[in-house]
């Protein structure tokens, strides 16, 4: 983990999606550390920060999966092969990739495939991983394909029916669950879709852990700014990734989250 940032050249830029692009660049695992799948890195464009998932961790490579939502990721979006950003980090709780022989499920709605993507390909090496790739349109359906190719059981489903499963995520686990189980969860995506997910796995007795995403300013759990109600743990030191028994106690999940300024939305 390093504290400040690190300048690394892009090496290559994938358009996954109409909105969902992804940059690959290099990064010296001896010399800077090997992040887990469910870490992140604050991204800097020499002018603002922003935390985002890792979502491919390969030989001296990371990569991260960046949906234009707004100015900072619209600048991003603008960037070629060759140019530079800074990455600190990596930081947070990640996911537990020591499972083996297991029967896993991994779920991601959206640009929550990014993190997905990276468990679920450590994953797949020892364990039967399950993907749910829920996205609105068939167009945003994320890390599908070469999830499928690494050998993963993999049901893309769309809000519109326009490709797999018509529905939503929580529909096409409980679809799933009528005729298989699972021994462990990893699940990352908009927390209203989180909390179904939450609910039907409870219900199923199957542990998991969740991936929560916040407002950040520092990712070294100084400013307090990502803390959740009523527990105080910081998304960016004891998350972003919690098990069961965790969310459980965190009183805003799925409910609110605050702003910058701290005011509940």
């Known amino acids: 983990m390093i504290n400040e940032p690190k300048i690394v050249e892009i090496t290559e830029i994938i358009d996954e999606t109409p909105t969902i692009k992804t940059f690959k660049f290099d990064w010296d695992f001896n010399a800077l550390g090997r992040p887990n799948p469910g870490e992140f890195v604050m991204v800097w464009n020499f002018n603002n920060e922003k935390p985002m998932s890792i979502s491919q961790i390969n030989d001296n490579q990371l990569a991260i999966s960046v949906k234009n939502i707004g100015e900072f990721t619209s600048q991003l979006h603008q960037l070629n092969v060759g140019d530079q950003i800074g990455i600190r980090g990596s930081y947070g709780n990640g996911f537990n ?17 990014a993190p997905i993507n990276a468990i679920a390909t450590d994953l797949i090496k020892s364990n039967n991983v399950t993907v749910i790739s829920a ?22 489903c769309t809000d519109d029916g326009s490709f797999g499963f018509k529905g ?8 799933l669950l009528e005729s298989s189980t699972y021994d462990y969860a990893f699940v990352c995506g908009p927390e209203i879709m989180m909390k179904g997910i939450f609910d039907i796995l409870e219900d199923s007795s199957i542990p998991g852990q969740y991936s929560l995403e916040r407002y950040m300013k520092c990712a070294l759990g100084v400013c307090g700014q990502c803390c959740v109600d009523n527990q105080g743990w910081r998304i960016c030191v004891e998350g972003p990734v919690f098990e069961n028994d965790k969310i459980k106690l ?12 701290g005011v509940k939305y």
């Open 97 to 113: 990739n020591s499972f083996k022989d297991k029967k896993i499920i991994a779920i991601g709605g959206g640009v929550g495939m």
């Open 135 to 156: 996205a609105q349109t068939k167009e945003e359906l994320l890390f599908s394909q070469s999830l499928e190719d690494l050998g993963a059981n993999v049901n893309s």
């Open 168 to 175: 939503f995520a929580t529909d096409c686990l409980v679809d």
């Open 250 to 261: 965190i009183s805003e999940f799925a409910k609110y989250r605050r702003d910058a300024s």
